[in-house]
């Protein structure tokens, strides 16, 4: 059995997919739907837990709460978002810890992307409610 191995990540792939995970957070904080298929495969799912149910997301039900919700941006909230971890399996897929304030709440995300025709996206989003300081806007 002969082993094949991706070729090694380099700094370009590395630069792509940080750009990536900035246009991540920008969708995050002004919540400009226009742009979802920039930063979302439209077969992503994401999954995590709020108010103790787990819940379970197909990309349809993700844009209508991103069209519901109170951008951070219109009411010039706080912008806090940081990327803790990168991880590549290959120069197509990779996986990323990030933490992203979002208006009250500060989420961790696990992001898993894959790079489709040249452009990382986002194929699944598992979310953590890190902390809260009121009420969801």
């Keep these: 059995m002969t082993k094949t191995r991706e070729p090694a990540v380099d ?5 792509e997919l940080t750009e990536a995970i900035e246009t991540y957070f920008d969708l995050m904080y002004d919540c400009d739907t226009s742009r979802l298929e920039q930063t979302f495969a439209p077969t992503a799912q994401l999954h995590g837990f709020r108010d103790g149910k787990l819940m379970a997301w197909p990309m349809p039900v993700y844009r209508d709460i991103l069209d519901k919700r109170q951008s951070p941006k219109s009411v010039n909230a ?8 990168i991880d590549f399996a290959s120069t197509t897929q990779a996986m990323t810890k990030v933490r992203v304030r979002v ?18 996206l986002i194929t699944s989003k598992g979310f953590h409610v890190e902390s809260q300081d009121g009420p969801p806007i």
């Design 103 to 120: 208006n009250t709440m500060v989420f961790v995300d696990h992001l898993t992307w894959h790079r489709i025709d040249g452009t990382w």
């Design 78 to 85: 706080e912008r806090a978002d940081e990327i803790l971890f």
């Design 11 to 15: 700094g370009s792939s590395v630069a």
